[in-house]
């Protein structure tokens, strides 16, 4: 199983970044995929995460708005669109798998993933 995140980069605030992530290994049907993200000494927090059955989303507050999660399932492949980039939004940012279905209550915690991508990093500067 690999996750490959690309996509990040410098960017001033306001502007817009589209972060992507290729799966391979088996596939994920029944599995959400979810973006995580870890500024420099802090913890990794829950960013997004899309069913890959039925695409349905679940955001955290601060993403509501700016940010959104799709997939490609026939490419194994799944976004994140970020617009209006704030420099608090700075983080190396990861996709991530769950080896099983993980029920949505689930979603939001790093615990939830087994599979992580090696991060695409995101600086925003004021």
């Known amino acids: 199983v690999q996750l490959q995140a690309s996509g990040g980069g410098s960017v001033q605030a306001g502007a817009s970044l589209r972060l992507s992530c290729a799966t391979s290994?088996?596939?994920?049907?029944?599995?959400?995929a979810g973006w995580f993200r870890q500024a420099p000494g802090k913890e990794r927090e829950f960013v997004a995460a899309i069913s890959l059955t039925d695409g349905a989303t679940s955001y955290e507050d601060y993403a509501k708005g700016r940010f959104t999660i799709s997939k490609d399932n026939a490419k194994n492949m799944v976004y994140l669109q970020m617009n209006s980039l704030k420099p608090e939004d700075t983080a190396v940012y990861f996709c991530?798998?769950?080896?099983?279905?993980?029920?949505?209550?689930?979603?939001?915690?790093?615990?939830?993933?087994?599979?992580w991508g090696q991060g695409t990093e995101v600086t925003v500067s004021s």
């Open positions: 991530a798998l769950p080896r099983n279905r993980l029920i949505r209550s689930n979603w939001y915690g790093i615990n939830g993933y087994d599979f």
């Open positions: 290994g088996r596939s994920y049907i029944n599995t959400p």
